[in-house]
């Protein structure tokens, strides 16, 4: 069975920190790069970070909003990414999500493809940041 478990959410006040974990199983986790995704009440669900197959060095990505405040990385031993997330303010609050896309696609690596192109995901876990 195919699972993409996040963890790791919760409430925090504006200028902390969390860490988000994404635990994989029931796939081959390095034929896969991982994505962390988030979705505000009201908001289209968002790319923020990808981490390629470690394969491929791994190389990470990021969107300008979180770009030197969150950093991803993957653990092949464990099969999990994290996102550690820091600074964080009331508007990275959203169900945060992680979602597995194949790794050779220039499209997942970029966080451009959509959505429906990412082949697992998880259940998506909770960040709130107070002000």
């Known amino acids: 069975e195919v699972q993409l478990q996040a963890s790791g959410g919760g409430l925090v006040q504006t200028g902390g920190s969390l860490r988000l974990s994404c635990a994989a199983s029931?796939?081959?986790?390095?034929?896969?790069?991982i994505g962390w995704f988030r979705q505000a009440p009201g908001k289209a669900r968002e790319g923020i970070s990808v981490i390629s197959a470690s394969v491929n060095g791994p190389t990470a990505y990021y969107v300008d909003s979180v770009k030197g405040r969150f950093t991803i990385s993957r653990d092949s031993a464990k099969n999990t990414v994290v996102l550690q997330m820091t600074s964080l303010m009331p508007e990275d609050t959203a169900v945060y999500y992680c979602?597995?896309?194949?790794?050779?696609?220039?499209?997942?690596?970029?966080?451009?493809?959509?959505?429906?192109?990412?082949?697992?995901w998880g259940q998506g876990t909770q960040v709130t940041v107070s002000s």
């Open positions: 029931g796939f081959t986790f390095e034929d896969y790069a």
């Open positions: 979602a597995a896309g194949w790794a050779r696609s220039a499209a997942i690596l970029t966080l451009t493809a959509p959505l429906d192109e990412y082949d697992y």
